[in-house]
C-alpha cells in the first residue's frame, strides 16, 4: 500500500513539503506527467500510470484502495457525459466502506481507507509536510475520479484542505475526533 518517495525525489529541494509560510494545509490535484512540487503525494490511481517507471515517480504512497472500483471506472471511461453518475457511484463507494475498490491491501487495522489516508497525511503534517497532493493520471484535469475524491476527502476533513481559499476551520482529523469522543461521554452536549 505504502511506495516510499525515491531517494532522489526525497532530496530534491531539501524538503518534501511545501512551504507557504502559515496557509492552512490545503488538498491538491497534480496530473502525474507534471514536475512535482511539494506535499504528501499520493497516487490515487488503481492502475499503475502508463511511462512512468516507479523509480521517477516521487510519492509518498500509492493508494490504490481510495481509488474507484474497476467496474465504476470501466462504466465512466472519463465520458464527461457520465460524470455526474461516477460521481454519484464513487461517493457511494467510499461512503459505503471507504475502500470502493478492495484491491487486495492491507487493511488499516479496519480504519476505513479514506480515514487512514487522513491520518497518515495528518501525521506527514507534523513532520513538516503541508498540503496533500493527489496524484492522477487522467488527462481531463476537471472530469476525473481525484476531483470527486478531492471533495470527498475535504468533506471528511471538516472543510481543512479547500484549495478555493476557504479554508474554514474544522480543525485537523484528530481533533474531530477527539471532539466526537468528548461528546460522546458527554451526553448532556
Not at 454519484?88 to 459505503?96: F, G, I, N, S, T
Not at 506527514?124 to 476527502?153: I, M, Q, W
Amino acid at each position: 500500500m505504502s511506495t516510499s518517495r525515491s531517494k532522489a525525489g526525497s532530496k530534491a529541494g531539501g524538503q518534501h513539503g511545501s512551504q507557504r509560510g502559515n496557509t492552512p494545509p490545503q488538498i491538491r490535484l497534480r496530473r502525474v506527467y507534471e514536475a512535482p512540487d511539494g506535499g504528501y503525494r499520493v497516487l490515487v490511481d488503481r492502475i499503475w500510470p502508463r511511462g512512468i517507471a516507479k523509480a521517477d515517480l516521487e510519492l509518498d504512497e500509492w493508494c490504490k484502495s481510495v481509488a474507484p472500483s474497476s467496474l465504476a471506472r470501466k462504466d465512466f471511461h472519463h465520458d464527461p457525459d457520465r460524470f455526474a453518475d461516477f460521481t454519484r457511484r464513487y461517493e457511494a463507494e467510499l461512503d459505503a466502506s471507504g475502500r470502493p475498490g478492495n484491491h487486495g491491501e492491507p487493511d488499516d487495522g479496519g480504519e476505513p481507507a479514506v480515514d487512514a489516508l487522513l491520518e497518515r497525511w495528518e501525521d506527514s503534517c507534523k513532520d513538516g509536510t503541508k498540503d496533500l497532493v493527489l496524484l492522477y493520471a487522467a488527462k481531463d484535469p476537471e472530469v476525473n475520479h481525484a476531483v470527486v475524491l478531492r471533495r470527498f476527502l475535504q468533506s471528511k476533513s471538516g472543510g481543512q484542505g479547500k484549495s478555493d481559499g476557504q479554508d474554514k476551520g474544522g480543525g485537523t482529523h484528530h481533533q474531530r475526533h477527539q471532539r466526537r469522543q468528548s461528546h460522546e461521554k458527554d451526553p448532556s452536549s
